[in-house]
């Protein structure tokens, strides 16, 4: 017998498996629900100021612009805040009533202090504030609308014992480095652009950023992949109250005074600008850059409203963004019910 006798005979070789179909495209209406969610508000803040510009000849000046841009905007580090807490899936009501305490605080510490203790204290007290309502939130798992309400009327308790019942005003001196903050046009300007570019870096560039967004996706998934939900839940309060104390405190600084009155209701428009930005209510979703569309969006509205609808007196703008609101919240109902379709 042949050596080539005893070598096993080849087999052929298995044929490859034929490749599957790929993943499914997304639908057409999926991909434009997600896009008009995403980039709806500066879509509408772009139409509504170019149907402004071309009806009004006073609109596109930049006298009003600077109105719109600097008349109340360290209340839009209210609606900065709001966007953190509200894309975990949570809500935060303190934030008008820590405004109205930080403006307080800023111009105590001015005027017993001066600036270096204008600019702390307000922060250390909106940190501590809102730390006490994270831990509550997260370590006590009690309901973030209980907690916030509590440090809503904690929050204005507080500030009406500080200014005995708002017979005390506080002054700001007029040529300290803490007034100069709020003074002018560009340096508030400037202020908020930092505040929103790093807010918007740490949403979208860091790891805190992206704990928040699986929280308010799913929690208990975002505990299984073992992301740090508990320190993220009170950082995310501790954040939320330490830039409204500081959007106080800029404010009393341009205000020149502690005024009581003012940060009632706040908290809803803050809630308004966000969901008008694109930011779920119920979490998962959101970006800075909505927010800062639904801030903008809500202030063109505003403006037009004192312009030409001014003898209805503020109630009419009230009725305009609670339906406003309304609207945006049954659209992103809608729109998410649209991306979960088969």
Known sequence: MSPTALQPTALPPEPSPAPGPGPAP????EQLAYQLQRRGAPAVLVLVAAIASITSSTFPTWGNIST???????????ALGMTFVIITGGIDLSVGSMY???????????????????????LVVGAAWG??????????????????????????GLMQALSNEGATTYIVPKNSFFASLGAGTWVPLVILAVFF?????????????ATLTAMGGNENAAVLMGLPVV?????VYLLSGTLAAAAGALGAARLQSGVTTIGVGY??????????????????????????????LLGV???LIDSHFSQYGSAFTDTVNGGFLAAVVLLQTLLSRTQQLP
């Open 26 to 29: 997304t639908p057409l209406s």
């Open 68 to 78: 719109i841009l600097v008349g109340n905007n360290f209340v839009w580090l209210l």
């Open 100 to 122: 109205a305490l930080g403006g307080v605080l800023g111009a105590y510490g001015a005027q017993h202090g001066g600036s270096a203790l204008a600019i702390v204290l307000p």
């Open 131 to 156: 730390g006490v309502q994270g831990l509550l939130v997260a370590r006590a798992r009690m309901a973030p609308f209980i907690v916030t309400l509590a440090g809503l009327l904690g929050a204005r």
């Open 197 to 209: 570019a790093l807010g918007a870096l740490l949403l979208a560039r860091t790891r805190f950023g």
């Open 231 to 235: 320190r993220a839940k009170v950082l």
């Open 267 to 296: 908290e809803l428009t803050a809630i308004a600008s966000v969901v008008i930005g694109g930011t779920l209510l119920t979490g998962g979703s959101g970006s800075v850059g909505g927010t800062l569309s639904g801030v903008l």
């Open 301 to 303: 509205i505003h403006n």
